[in-house]
Structure formats: C-alpha cells, structure tokens
C-alpha cells in the first residue's frame, strides 16, 4: 500500500443524511484530512463549489430534490459549473449492475457501496490519486474517461462490461449480498472497463 | 454536406490539470500508512454508540412513514418512497458500525418496496414485518449477523419477499 498525505486536500461531502455526513467526515479527519465541507443535498453543494476549492467530491446518490446523479451532471455538464473536472466518488447502497452503470455514466470517478469502512474510503481516493484520467466529452456524455485500464501489450478479445462484471469475483465486502447486486470487487471490475 | 463540413462524431479527449496530485504527498509524517487506518478503524468503532442512537431516531421515522401510510395519509406511492429512503439510509449504515443484520433487513425491506407498486392491507402486512424484525436488532442490539436469531429472521423476510414477487 502507498502512502499518501491527504492533509492539503479539500473534501466536500454531500449526503441528506448528518450522521453518513458525520461517519464520512470522522473517517476523513482519521485519515488526516483537516479541510473538510458539508452540504445537506446537490443543489446546496453547487453552491458551495463556487467558493470552496474542492479536491474530492463525496457524493451521496439518494438525495432530495436534487439527487446524487442530478448533481454530478450539473458538474459535470452545468454551464456555470465551478469545476467540471474535480474528481467524484459515488457513495451509494445500490449496488445493481444497471445502477453502477448508470452512476458511471453520468460522470463518476469512483463507485463507493455502502456500508463504508476507513480501507474502503481510502481505497478509492488512492485510485483517483494512482489513476489520473483523461476527461472525454462524446456525444452527451462529458467526464472522466470510462475505460480506465490501457494496457497496450493486450491482444486479446475486447471483454465488454458485462463479462466484466460476471468475472469479477466474489468477496471482498460490499453488496447487500442479493441477487443481482454487486460487491465492491465486482464494481471495480466493471468501473475498469 | 461532405463529411469534413459534419459536426465530429467521434470523441473529445481533454487533459485536467492535475490539481489534486500536486497536493498530495508521497510517505512522511501524516500519510495514511496501515496504523492510520487502523484508527480510522477504532474511530468508526468508537461511534458505535453514537449509531444506536441515530438508527433508532431513522426507526422512528420509519415508524412514523409506516403510520401515515396506514392512515391513508398521502399517495401510496408517496409513502412507499418515503418509506424507501429512510430503510435505504439503514441499509447504508449498519454493516459500518458491526450491525450487518441491519443492513441485512434493509436490504430485503427496500428490494421489496421497490416491488410494490401500492400499500394495501396485504403489502403492509409485508412491510410491518421487516420493520419489527428491524426493532429485535435495535432492542437486542444484535451485532454481526445476528446468530441463529438473525438467521431466522432473515429466512422469514426472505419468504414474505417471495411472495410479493
């Protein structure tokens, strides 16, 4: 595992819910994170974009009236956007296929399933650190890159998201463990497309 | 019009500046190395309390939906979403703090709201029983999986889901 210093990074955490908020804020404090800002839905985190320079993005998915995905649209995509491109972790209970891929779409960096512990969390910021990714505005869609792996010595078969997400294991935590929803190592498979 | 005139089909490929990178350091007092993450560890643990009570303000709240929604107050449909949303946060937070059963019956409870399409006497009968087996696991404070007792549960919610399919 690297090791990184996160004490210069801006956090904002954006959940409807103050006690995700206070879980998700501990665990960033304990990670040695000291700027962190919290907004209660996606219309008051747009707000707070405009004058607080965040480095991450932790985003609730169930919100109201503007929810997790509305909000990273209009950051993503928003005219008036302060920062289209600061990096989004998609923290969320769904965990169905068509639910991850919907996230990805709407321009996430990185896929969170609840519930969440300090490795997980930290898992996913050191990806973004590890993983800078283009940006690619194609037809509707404009965010980070969403085939993430480029291995140029591959000469195989181009594997699309569904074989993906069928052999991505099981284990590793996550899920509610229903049929149809995906664990942690499963949606990083499928995000990794 | 040729297709040099069409607007570009194919994609856009732009390089952010790497903002975040450059704030973070590599090793060093402060970087998050295992011990780090062990105390972020001990302090979700150390919520533990704090969670009982936040879970059982959301079953309050979870109670108070369920009783509007007996009343006939508002749209079913109002009241399955709201009902939604409050065992939705349950199921996200449970498991962080060692109560997988909670995150357990939230998960069963929301697959089957997501089911139900109104909230006859039938569905309520179906919904009640998850929120009472969600009142063993705040009264008991039934960790983990919940043992035998859990087990029971869970097979029990798992029928009643069945038969709203």
């Given at each position: 595992m690297t090791d990184y210093n996160l004490s210069r990074l801006n956090f904002l955490i954006v959940d409807d819910n103050r006690h995700m908020r206070a879980l998700v804020k501990s665990i960033l404090h304990a990670l040695g994170v000291k700027s962190v800002l919290e907004a209660g839905d996606g219309a008051d985190a747009f707000k707070e974009l405009r004058h607080f320079p965040a480095d991450v993005i932790v985003c609730d998915w169930n919100m109201s009236p503007l929810d997790g995905l509305d909000f990273v649209r209009m950051v993503r995509t928003g005219s008036d956007s302060p920062n289209p491109f600061v990096p989004i972790i998609m923290l969320t209970g769904h965990t169905e296929m068509n639910r991850v891929m919907e996230a990805r779409d709407s321009g996430v960096h990185e896929f969170l399933a609840k519930p969440i512990s300090a490795k997980k969390l930290y898992s996913r910021i050191r990806s973004i650190i590890?993983?800078?990714r283009p940006f690619v505005r194609a037809g509707m869609y404009f965010g980070p890159d969403r085939r993430r792996k480029n291995n140029p010595n591959y000469n195989g078969a181009e594997r699309r998201k569904s074989e993906d997400a069928s052999a991505g294991g099981g284990g590793g935590g996550g899920g509610g463990g229903s049929a149809g929803e995906l664990s942690q190592d499963e949606i990083n498979a499928l995000l990794n497309g | 019009m040729?297709?040099?005139?069409?607007?570009?089909?194919?994609?856009?490929?732009i390089r952010p500046p790497q903002t975040l990178q450059s704030k973070v350091e590599k090793g060093g007092p402060g970087a998050v190395d295992l011990d780090a993450l062990a105390r972020a560890e001990e302090v979700i643990a150390s919520l533990a309390d704090d969670y009982l009570k936040w879970v059982r303000d959301d079953f309050v709240r979870l109670e108070a939906a369920f009783a509007k929604m007996k009343a006939g107050e508002g749209?079913?449909?109002?009241?399955?979403?709201?009902?939604?949303?409050?065992?939705?946060?349950?199921?996200?937070?449970g498991g962080s703090f060692g109560y997988d059963l909670m995150t357990a019956i939230g998960d069963h409870l929301c697959r089957l709201l997501e089911t139900l399409d109104k909230a006859g006497p039938r569905e309520q009968g179906m919904i009640r029983v998850h929120i009472d087996a969600m009142r063993v696991v705040i009264t008991k404070e039934l960790k983990g999986d919940g043992g035998n007792e859990g087990r029971q549960l869970l097979m029990g919610l798992s029928l009643v889901g069945e038969k709203a399919k």
């Amino acid at each position: 595992m690297t090791d990184y210093n996160l004490s210069r990074l801006n956090f904002l955490i954006v959940d409807d819910n103050r006690h995700m908020r206070a879980l998700v804020k501990s665990i960033l404090h304990a990670l040695g994170v000291k700027s962190v800002l919290e907004a209660g839905d996606g219309a008051d985190a747009f707000k707070e974009l405009r004058h607080f320079p965040a480095d991450v993005i932790v985003c609730d998915w169930n919100m109201s009236p503007l929810d997790g995905l509305d909000f990273v649209r209009m950051v993503r995509t928003g005219s008036d956007s302060p920062n289209p491109f600061v990096p989004i972790i998609m923290l969320t209970g769904h965990t169905e296929m068509n639910r991850v891929m919907e996230a990805r779409d709407s321009g996430v960096h990185e896929f969170l399933a609840k519930p969440i512990s300090a490795k997980k969390l930290y898992s996913r910021i050191r990806s973004i650190i590890e993983n800078p990714r283009p940006f690619v505005r194609a037809g509707m869609y404009f965010g980070p890159d969403r085939r993430r792996k480029n291995n140029p010595n591959y000469n195989g078969a181009e594997r699309r998201k569904s074989e993906d997400a069928s052999a991505g294991g099981g284990g590793g935590g996550g899920g509610g463990g229903s049929a149809g929803e995906l664990s942690q190592d499963e949606i990083n498979a499928l995000l990794n497309g | 019009m040729s297709d040099q005139q069409k607007p570009a089909a194919s994609s856009q490929i732009i390089r952010p500046p790497q903002t975040l990178q450059s704030k973070v350091e590599k090793g060093g007092p402060g970087a998050v190395d295992l011990d780090a993450l062990a105390r972020a560890e001990e302090v979700i643990a150390s919520l533990a309390d704090d969670y009982l009570k936040w879970v059982r303000d959301d079953f309050v709240r979870l109670e108070a939906a369920f009783a509007k929604m007996k009343a006939g107050e508002g749209s079913d449909k109002e009241n399955l979403e709201a009902l939604f949303q409050i065992s939705h946060d349950m199921k996200g937070q449970g498991g962080s703090f060692g109560y997988d059963l909670m995150t357990a019956i939230g998960d069963h409870l929301c697959r089957l709201l997501e089911t139900l399409d109104k909230a006859g006497p039938r569905e309520q009968g179906m919904i009640r029983v998850h929120i009472d087996a969600m009142r063993v696991v705040i009264t008991k404070e039934l960790k983990g999986d919940g043992g035998n007792e859990g087990r029971q549960l869970l097979m029990g919610l798992s029928l009643v889901g069945e038969k709203a399919k």
